[in-house]
């Protein structure tokens, strides 16, 4: 193996010579292997080892191959299962190899063949095992709750997205550039029933116009000049899975009357092409526009408007949503710190006030900029005035020479537990869990203002 460290291969024959002679071919080719004489005595080895591949005797006394095998791909579905029998028993390890076993060979079996063969399952089980990981890791990335946020504004989100997870209705996501709307795309997506199928993004701002149609329907061979092979579009590609629309307010009419076609029918038809191949996509769009206005102005279809509004989230812009940042501060400080080996963790009193008062135009990915440029900037674990970039700390410095226009924090509060306030109709309960802070403390909040 030139991967550096050795795959392990189980053998399974109540015939110790035939164990032995196996078990020496495949250490030859640098394989690990264990031996078990019985069905039992694998699954004990299987339960304990970390095993690629398993080489099984079909016949055995007792229990036999086919009962190891059926008990193996209900228990690890992913590890390859490859059957030696005698002439006399091909039949149902043909049977096998219907239900999912890798392969089979009748004995004495052609060594030669049978390692190019084990190479593939080692291969394919690795693969699987990998996917698997890539996968879990998509999942815990986009689960929701990597959505940082319990201001009012964002609890408001949650709640939408808990109530729609389990449908498959289309979803517009409405917000500022760098709310995260293709943040919570992707975790309606990792929550929903279709987060093991694909999530594909095509951005309509950023395709150039005449390569939009075949990006979203695809073409066949010979479809335009330049089209040497037949190539799926992303409508395709999302097939059974999430199609998120980012930036569909860019999108040229004559395309959203094809986009509204699609959806009504169900179907599309790649460019040059002429089957109607049958689609199932569930959509997300987002627009940092006001689609309605565009409605209005004709430069959006309504019906398309009204097809993929279906639920619309509104993501608040990070202004009027200041409660969330000491959370998305922490939030980036630790993610950038990790990043980068650095023992940041927290921000001096004077830089929170700074960003606190700050208005933040490009909203969270702002901010993340910042943090991120912070945590590289810093000297000690403690951020400082001197590593926000210059605007901020001009903006102080003509501050300072005038501190009372600077807002005391306690001011700033004030003005979340407002916020809070009118958001949840005055019910003091829920605006303190949305603070993240006591209804007593809230009270007091209140209190101390009067
Ligand atoms: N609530 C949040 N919690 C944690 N990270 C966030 C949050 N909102 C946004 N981000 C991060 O901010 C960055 C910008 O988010 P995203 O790309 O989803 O925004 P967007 O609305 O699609 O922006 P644009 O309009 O510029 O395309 C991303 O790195 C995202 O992970
Ligand atoms: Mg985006």
């Known amino acids: 193996m030139d991967s550096g460290f050795r795959s392990n291969i189980l053998l399974?024959?109540?015939?110790?010579?035939?164990?032995?002679?196996?078990?020496?071919?495949?250490?030859?080719?640098?394989?690990?292997?264990?031996?078990?004489?019985?069905?039992?005595?694998?699954?004990?080895?299987v339960s304990a080892e970390n095993i690629d591949a398993v080489i099984t005797d079909l016949k055995m006394p007792g229990k036999d191959g086919l009962q190891l095998f059926h008990h193996l791909k209900s228990y690890y579905p992913d590890l390859p299962v490859i059957f030696l029998t005698a002439f006399g028993t091909v039949d149902s390890a043909v049977t096998a190899m219907t239900e999912g076993a890798f392969f089979y060979f009748i004995k004495p079996p052609d060594y030669v063949k049978l390692k190019a063969i084990l190479a593939k399952a080692v291969e394919q089980k690795k693969l699987r095992n990998e996917i698997a990981d890539l996968r879990s890791r998509l999942e815990t990335t986009y689960k929701f709750s990597s959505i940082i946020g319990k201001s009012p504004g964002m609890v408001d989100v949650f709640r939408t997205v808990e109530m729609i997870k389990d449908s498959s209705t289309n979803v517009l996501i409405a917000g500022e550039t760098g709310t995260g709307k293709e943040l919570l795309a992707r975790a309606i997506h990792y929550t929903s029933r279709r987060h093991y199928r694909p999530f594909v993004a095509v951005n309509c701002a950023a395709v150039p116009r005449e390569l939009m149609e075949a990006e979203f329907f695809g073409h066949e061979k010979g479809a335009f000049t330049g089209a040497a092979s037949g190539r799926a579009g992303k409508f395709e590609s999302a097939d059974t899975g999430t199609l998120f629309l980012d930036e569909i307010g860019?999108?040229?009419?004559?395309?959203?009357?094809?986009?509204?076609r699609a959806i009504q029918e169900k179907e599309i038809e790649r460019i040059g092409g002429n089957n109607k191949i049958k689609v199932d996509v569930r959509l997300i769009a987002s627009t940092n526009r006001d689609l309605a206005k565009e409605v209005r102005k004709k430069s959006f279809r309504a019906d398309l408007y009204y097809r993929l509004n279906v639920v619309q989230i509104k993501l608040p812009p990070l202004r009027e949503r200041k409660t969330d940042l000491p959370l998305l501060i922490t939030h980036f400080i630790d993610k950038f710190a990790d990043r980068e080996n650095r023992g940041v963790t927290s921000v001096l009193p004077e830089v929170m006030?700074?960003?606190?008062?700050?208005?933040?135009?490009?909203?969270?990915?702002?901010?993340?900029?910042?943090?991120?440029?912070?945590?590289?900037?810093?000297?000690?674990?403690?951020?400082?005035?001197?590593?926000?970039?210059?605007?901020?700390?001009?903006?102080?410095?003509?501050?300072?020479?005038?501190?009372?226009?600077?807002?005391?924090?306690?001011?700033?509060?004030?003005?979340?537990?407002?916020?809070?306030?009118?958001?949840?109709?005055?019910?003091?309960?829920?605006?303190?869990?949305?603070?993240?802070?006591?209804?007593?403390a809230l009270y007091k909040k209140l209190e101390n203002v009067k």
């Open 12 to 45: 399974v024959d109540d015939e110790p010579n035939a164990l032995r002679v196996l078990s020496a071919i495949l250490r030859e080719a640098s394989y690990n292997t264990y031996q078990a004489a019985g069905v039992d005595e694998a699954l004990e080895i």
């Open 250 to 260: 860019e999108m040229e009419l004559s395309l959203q009357a094809k986009l509204l």
């Open 353 to 440: 006030h700074v960003l606190l008062q700050y208005d933040w135009p490009g909203n969270v990915r702002e901010l993340e900029n910042v943090i991120e440029r912070a945590v590289v900037l810093a000297k000690g674990d403690v951020i400082g005035l001197r590593d926000i970039p210059a605007e901020f700390r001009k903006e102080v410095r003509n501050r300072a020479h005038s501190v009372g226009d600077l807002k005391p924090l306690k001011e700033i509060e004030l003005e979340m537990v407002k916020q809070a306030l009118n958001t949840f109709q005055g019910n003091k309960s829920k605006a303190a869990r949305a603070l993240g802070i006591t209804r007593k």
